[in-house]
């Protein structure tokens, strides 16, 4: 089958490239994109090491009991180093700038805190938790570094400078990121404030306060029963009722109608968890919001680095980047999201003639020529001049600029051999496709059916548990929790089990979780694969249909298997570009699919009726 011809990118303006402004060659840009981190530096491998470790230590830690020699409090330095500790799972895989500080704060918490006085197990852990944090940590500081290396490989590229061309629009970048970072931090003050004035207030009390010895008559989870030397029976609320053995003695503080154990003071811990709730995603917003501005910002200051490249647009809508030279958009340099840097509004939006918008997108993943400001690198800021129907227009970056996978484009699956968008390219026909006119169907390989089947067991087993203990006792709301988690993962199992895509004479029939959907041959735009195993088909107007977790393919194929979710996309899409090979039957009612979803849902209610009156 031959292949159709790249399609000549759209030439850019001669009055919109700055004098002296060099192509950005194939050579020199395979150059920047061999700047990477080192393998040991991907987050893949200091997160899960983190969290393991942290896990770790926390399972070792001696919780000791509250006595009224030693009684327990607010754990302020508890709360620092569980805050830094999750923070750090999501800085070292998306915000490097805040880790570099926070993994050095946490470890010297964790030295000065935790080393001390530790066990041989606990001692053991907490030194793997200071190893995983200077691993992330380094790891943080070789991403930086290479994002200085191809900073300074693309200034080496241009050699000349040149400011940003005419008026722009006012500065949004990180303005929302950062609004709702400040009003989340905010929130977490507010608990803090709330916490440290619950304990200042308890102390108050306590300072007041008559103690009396009491005796344990009974307890529960969250409990125990006293009676005073006068005859007076007291239910007191304990974090360790287990502590308190029926018939011993405690120390009972008492100010008016206000009362409580001696050894068990006021802990803040409602205050403590909306404080880390709000404090954790509200710095990171913060952080990310102000980087945005600060690299923004930098960009309209005074000349930058130019550099002359072919530019288009995927169907998910991120703008690949490629060398001047490369007219046939083989390799992607970089990928980021765009918007019109102009008064008027976005060139690439519909027009008000009542064009639709599949003809400007159509246009839009056209090749074009471009004019690139600003120095190109992992998270950074861009401005592109470039053409739209030859017309001059100005691209801003609004959200970072991202790298391609090794071997693929940016964060998407592999490679494409033609500049053309998917949806105009015809592909080649898959060996495995067989077309006999009837109806063809895809479904779940023997590794997603075991997964779901697992999963089913599960979920309909802790549903039928937690059930029982949720009527024991109403308020458990780790029981309640877990219920409503429920609805979520029997959707997953039921596409493990059965997830079923049916080809025929009028389209594909997508059966998922819970229903079956149609839709015609003319609506399917593409079908797409990630290596983990996940499918989605893309529709007009920006719909898509997902399914996700089908599957490890690279685990298959390994134990000889073949992938479905792989060869369904193949084939699916070589069917999308050669109406010839459709089907020319229709699909029966019974064959175009059967959501497991409501079954399973029915199942897990039934049993957990059953278990819970049982």
């Known amino acids: 089958m031959s292949k159709i011809p790249a399609p000549i990118p759209a030439p850019i303006p001669s009055g919109s490239v700055p004098a002296g402004t060099p192509v950005w060659s194939s050579e020199e840009a395979a150059r920047w994109s061999r700047v990477r981190g080192a393998l040991w530096a991907r987050p893949l491998w200091s997160v899960p090491a983190l969290l393991i470790a942290v896990v770790w230590a926390i399972a070792a830690a001696p919780e000791p009991p509250c006595t009224d020699a030693a009684p327990c409090g607010a754990d302020w330095p508890g709360m620092v180093e569980v805050g830094l500790a999750v923070g750090l799972l999501y800085w070292f895989a998306r915000l490097p700038e805040p880790a570099l500080v926070a993994a050095p704060a946490l470890a010297a918490v964790v030295a000065l805190s935790e080393l001390p006085d530790a066990g041989p197990n606990s001692l053991a852990a907490n030194l793997c938790v200071l190893a995983a944090l200077g691993f992330g940590w380094a790891g943080a500081l070789e991403r930086l570094v290479v994002r200085r290396r191809q900073r300074e490989l693309a200034e080496g590229a241009t050699g000349v400078r040149h400011p940003l061309p005419g008026p722009g629009t006012p500065l949004r970048r990180g303005l929302i990121p950062v609004t709702a970072g400040l009003l989340l931090v905010a929130v977490a003050a507010f608990c803090v404030v709330q916490g440290i004035a619950g304990v200042h207030d308890d102390q108050r009390h306590a300072d007041r306060a008559v103690p009396a010895v009491a ?218 496709l067989v077309t006999t006119g009837r109806p063809l169907s895809w479904g779940p390989g023997p590794v997603a059916r075991a997964g779901g089947a697992a999963l089913a067991l599960i979920m309909i087993g802790g549903a039928a548990f937690n059930a029982r203990a949720l009527v024991t006792d109403w308020t458990d709301v780790k029981a309640a929790f877990f219920l409503l988690c429920v609805l979520t993962w029997l959707g997953t199992a039921a596409e493990l089990l059965d997830w079923r895509v049916t080809a025929d004479s009028s389209g594909l029939w997508l059966s998922g979780r819970w229903k079956v959907r149609h839709l015609p041959w003319d609506d399917l735009r593409s079908v797409r694969y990630t290596k983990e195993g996940s499918v989605t088909v893309r529709m007009p107007d920006g719909d898509h249909w997902r399914l996700s977790g089908l599957g490890v393919p690279k685990l298959e194929r390994r134990f000889g298997l073949d992938p479905s979710c792989v060869r369904m996309t193949e084939e699916v899409t070589a069917l999308r570009d050669h109406p010839e090979l459709r089907p020319t039957e229709a699909v029966s009612v019974r064959g175009r699919g059967f959501p497991l979803g409501p079954v399973l849902l029915v199942l897990a209610v039934l049993a957990a009726g059953a278990w819970a009156l049982h």
């Open 215 to 432: 005796k344990v008559t009974g307890r529960d989870d969250e409990s125990v029963r006293v009676r005073t030397d006068d005859g007076r029976r007291l239910r007191l609320d304990s974090l360790q009722p287990e502590v308190h053995r029926v018939g011993g003695s405690v120390t009972v503080l008492e100010d008016g109608s206000w009362r409580r154990l001696a050894s068990e003071p006021y802990d803040a811990m409602g205050p403590q968890l909306g404080a880390l709730a709000a404090g954790l995603p509200g710095f990171s917003l913060l952080v990310t919001g102000l980087l945005a501005r600060r690299r923004a910002a930098a960009l309209r200051r005074g000349p930058v680095p130019v550099l002359r490249v072919v530019e288009r647009m995927d169907e998910d809508g991120l703008v690949q980047i490629h060398a001047g030279d490369d007219t046939a958009c083989r390799r992607p340099v970089l990928a980021a999201s765009f918007a019109a840097d102009a008064p008027g509004g976005d060139e690439r939006e519909p027009a008000a003639d009542g064009e639709g918008l599949e003809e400007l997108m159509a246009a839009a993943a056209l090749p074009r020529e471009a004019v690139m400001f600003g120095s190109p690198h992992d998270g950074g800021e861009l401005l592109l001049v470039t053409t739209f129907r030859g017309e001059p227009a100005v691209l801003r970056t609004s959200g970072p600029v991202r790298l391609p996978r090794p071997g693929g484009r940016p964060g998407s699956a592999p490679e494409t051999e033609e500049c053309a968008a998917a949806d105009t390219a015809p592909t080649a026909v898959p060996e495995t």
